[in-house]
């Protein structure tokens, strides 16, 4: 049955004015202020030549067209992409099987909090733990094991900052699919059970597919963190060796603060921002479509 389309009075009843909006507006003010405010500031900058000293020149669009025809540009998304091609799969699927091996467990809380640790630590002092224990010369490792020549070897050094990352990130991801595991009601499981199920039969049907809105959510997390990331880089291997770990939030740095193309970097903010609602929106709507 095709239902009628709404009203013009239904759509003014949806859209009546409420006294209690009015308490939402702080929060509204506060999101203007820090996030509208400051995007719309970029966008304006996008499209000036400014090195952040002289006078801003504007040139419209120009920027991106340089964007498009930018060798470097193009070398540190794919750099991105393969990062994201390593680091995504791995942070979701350790999330899931940690999860999955610590629930009900007598020791599911300890290690939760554990596994979460690392992401409580200061960047700063992580990144130096982690310089000082996996140094291939010097570091406190290479004594008990070969440790690979990451800062000569652009795929080491690709692993060695995915594994940081995962070292951070993935207690979180522990926590989410927990969080969801505890929400499937046992009953279920009990029923497949009783109906001759196997272990496996009951994951895939039952538990998985339950399990599909924390897996949403940890893959755009994940994609965002992967297409935005820059500290890692930044602190262990500064975009070498030989511009093999120059990630787009790398690259944006280099062109801001080390070149002085401001303008240029904030066409590139823009453009990372895009990509990274665009991978977002793609996948959550991919993992929908399949529910």
């Given amino acids: 049955m095709r239902m009628a389309p709404p009203s013009s009075t239904q759509f003014r009843r949806a859209w009546r004015f409420n006294p209690a909006h009015l308490f939402a507006l702080p929060a509204m003010g506060i999101l203007a202020l820090f996030i509208l405010y400051p995007f719309l500031d970029v966008l304006r900058f996008s ?135 505890k929400a499937i009601p046992r009953t279920l499981l009990e029923a497949a059970a009783v109906d001759g199920a196997t272990a496996a039969q009951a994951f895939r049907y039952i538990t998985l597919p339950l399990l599909r809105p924390a897996i949403t959510f940890l893959l755009v997390i994940g994609t965002v963190l992967a297409l935005q990331s820059y500290s890692a880089v930044f602190l262990l291997t500064r975009g070498g060796p030989f511009g093999g770990t120059r990630v787009l939030g790398y690259y944006l740095y280099e062109t801001g603060f080390e070149n002085f193309r401001l303008g240029y970097a904030a066409a590139i903010t823009v453009i990372v921002l895009i990509l990274t609602l665009s991978f977002a929106y793609a996948q959550a709507r991919l993992l929908r479509e399949g529910e």
Avoid: C
């Avoid at 992409?81 to 610590?102: C, E, K, R, S």
């Avoid at 406190?140 to 940081?164: M, N």
């Fill in 47 to 181: 499209t000036w030549d400014w090195s952040g000293l002289s006078a801003p020149k504007e040139v419209g669009l120009e920027n991106y067209r340089q964007i498009l025809r930018d060798a470097a540009f193009w070398a540190s998304l794919r750099t991105t992409l393969y990062f994201m091609a390593m680091a995504l799969p791995a942070f979701v699927i350790l999330a899931v099987l940690l999860a999955l091996a610590l629930d009900g467990q007598r020791y599911e809380r300890p290690v939760k909090a554990l596994l979460f640790l690392p992401g409580l630590v200061t960047l700063g002092g992580a990144t130096l733990s982690w310089y000082t224990l996996f140094a291939p010369e010097y570091g406190a490792l290479a004594a008990l094991v070969p440790i690979p020549r990451w800062d000569q070897e652009v795929f080491w050094a690709l692993v060695l900052v995915v594994l940081f990352t995962l070292w951070r990130h993935v207690g979180y991801g522990v926590l989410v699919v927990s969080a969801r595991l």
